[in-house]
């Protein structure tokens, strides 16, 4: 009988405690989904519940979508490369050697992550171009010879921030290397002096030469031999004149700034102890000419690749500069 009591007790005990447990559970809960704090989990709570998951999904939702838009938009900008004002101030940032001026095509002008781009960066054959948009060509602070109507240009040699057409470069060239020349005899007081402008063309011609040699009752033996000729053709004098003459005044270089022969044609001028009175030498024009052979390949590739190329191959132009000369005459 008092097991039974005691067992009753205990039975009685454990109630209370799981009441107790189960009110402070609910309270807890009550105090969770409470969301106007009126000590109730009524309708209200459950409206306020349901605003506070939307927001929630809003928010959720809107991160995905910022996520998802910075994605698009940074592969946007990796596929159209474009180029800002604010891009030619960074200090890994180079004007390549080689440069093309183009119209702004749609996909550039239409795109929202090119809004105020000035050009664009592309890559062809192994050449990082800078494409400059036409409309914005100021921007970049460069000067263009003869014009900026071309479409392809070369850095100039003497210039880093003047590009000459591509197609015009090597005749552009040719024009104010002979404008120096000329500049170069004034200064140095000269009373005389004649550039002839000359090409070397370098042929071929094969000769076939039927040698028979009988020795005693031997067979024929036929041997050939191929002779080689040159020309050296004077295409014609490219400046010429009289000048009083005066005391030599050192000229300022700049197309001929790091030819050896000028230089030293100037050092002995100068020199008040043994005056030069007259002076003859030759001038290899691709010596002080910007496009080497290796890019003028280069180059070729390029243009055949975006249908661009024009009349004439760089590449040739490149090699028959190496058979150009100034012969370079003065008098003093």
């Known amino acids: 009988m008092e097991k039974k009591v005691k067992f009753g007790a205990f039975v009685s005990d454990a109630g209370r405690a799981a009441k107790g447990l189960f009110d402070k559970s609910k309270d807890f809960a009550i105090q969770v989904m409470d969301q106007n704090d009126d000590g109730r989990f009524d309708l209200t709570d459950v409206s306020a519940m349901a605003e506070t998951m939307e927001d929630v999904v809003k928010k959720s939702t809107r991160t995905i979508m910022d996520s998802a838009e910075e994605r698009s938009r940074q592969l946007e900008l990796k596929s159209l490369r474009p180029v800002f004002p604010e891009t030619l101030d960074d200090a890994d940032f180079l004007m390549p050697k080689f440069i093309r001026v183009a119209e702004r095509d749609r996909k550039h002008a239409e795109s929202e992550v090119c809004k105020g781009s000035i050009g664009y960066l592309s890559d062809q054959k192994g ?43 090597f005749s552009y060239l040719k024009t104010v290397r002979i404008v120096e020349l000329q500049k170069i005899a004034q200064d140095l007081g000269a009373k005389h002096f004649k550039v002839t402008y000359k090409e070397e063309e370098s042929f071929s011609s094969e000769k076939k030469v039927k040698v028979q040699a009988k020795i005693a009752a031997a067979a024929t033996a036929d041997d050939e031999h191929a002779s080689s000729e040159k020309k050296y053709s004077t295409v014609k004098i490219a400046a010429e004149m009289d000048c009083p003459g005066h005391s030599p005044t050192k000229p300022h270089l700049k197309y001929m700034q790091r030819d050896p022969v000028i230089q030293n044609l100037i050092t002995m001028r100068m020199d008040e102890k043994s005056p030069l009175l007259h002076h003859k030498f030759m001038l290899q024009l691709s010596n002080s000419s910007g496009i080497k052979e290796s890019d003028a390949v280069k180059i070729d590739a390029v243009l055949k690749g975006m249908k661009c190329s024009g009349n004439a191959s760089i590449a040739s132009e490149a090699v028959s500069e190496t058979r150009r000369y100034f012969e370079y005459e003065i008098d003093f």
């Open 127 to 169: 050449f990082r171009i800078v494409n400059l948009f036409r409309d914005s060509i100021e921007v970049f602070g460069l000067t263009f010879c003869p014009d900026c109507d071309s479409e392809f240009y070369y850095v100039d040699p003497s210039d880093r921030d003047q590009y000459i057409a591509l197609f015009e470069y």
